[in-house]
């Protein structure tokens, strides 16, 4: 498993390099855009800095995705024993949660500790409202579906394009419904309403949905990966 590992640990380090490159560029760029000290500056650093951790778990997806198609068939292909390479998967994506929760703490705690002016949208730095335990959890959800999309992609280019796109697009629209619930109260309107209960229970609901395919996920990955012929 060790050579899998290491194997996957090249593409992962510069995956790893670009996320906190994208961070180092945001806060440079609200620093030079006059963000952290004048609350009436709105503009795409503001807006990307809120959207991070959503950001974070997009880039995780995609990574899987790849690792589960070209790095799976390469590192086949090189003589890697399928079981090895299943379990150096689970290792890689523990590594990428760790540390992408590392550096969610570290954004998220970042504008306090530096004394920027707060705004309303950065409550989605805190998208788990204080469960440290929730985001690598999702993290690691998010990259066993994503290693789902490669893997259907590889047996249908057609279904797998669809899934992917699909995706993409409800992470986006949770990003965006996140976003309008900040700056206008959107969330209190809902809960007012007698639909209430249901806003309520939707985020329970949809964990309880994502870790039941996270288990059945993993079942399928193991299935597949101990059958994948090398193409």
């Known amino acids: 498993m060790g050579k899998s590992l290491r194997f996957l640990l090249n593409y992962s380090l510069v995956n790893l390099g670009a996320v906190f490159g994208f961070a180092a560029i945001v806060i440079v760029g609200c620093y030079a855009t006059g963000v952290p000290h004048n609350p009436r500056v709105g503009n795409l650093f503001e807006t990307y800095y809120a959207m991070f951790p959503t950001m974070i778990l997009l880039c995780l997806f ?3 995705f790849s690792m589960c198609t070209n790095n799976l068939n390469l590192g086949l292909s090189m003589g890697a024993r399928r079981v090895d390479f299943f379990w150096a998967i689970q290792a890689n994506m523990a590594c990428y949660a760790v540390i992408c929760w590392g550096l969610q703490l570290f954004m998220s705690a970042f ?27 999702v993290c690691m959800i998010l990259m066993v579906l994503g290693c789902l999309s490669g893997m259907v992609m590889v047996k249908n280019k057609i279904i797998g ?57 993993e079942f399928l990955i193991w299935r597949v990966i101990q059958r994948y012929v090398v193409r």
């Open 161 to 217: 394009t669809i899934l992917v796109t699909l995706s993409v697009f409800v992470m986006i629209g949770v990003t965006v419904f996140m976003m309008l619930s900040a700056d206008t109260g959107l969330m209190d309107y809902l809960l007012d309403t007698k639909w209430g209960w249901l806003w309520t229970a939707l985020p329970k609901a949809m964990a309880a949905v994502l870790a039941a395919g996270a288990i059945g996920g």
């Open 111 to 137: 504008p306090a500790l530096a004394n920027w002016e707060i705004r309303d949208k950065w409550a989605l730095l805190d998208p788990f409202d204080g469960r440290l335990w929730a985001f690598p959890l």
């Open 62 to 64: 995609l990574y899987a």
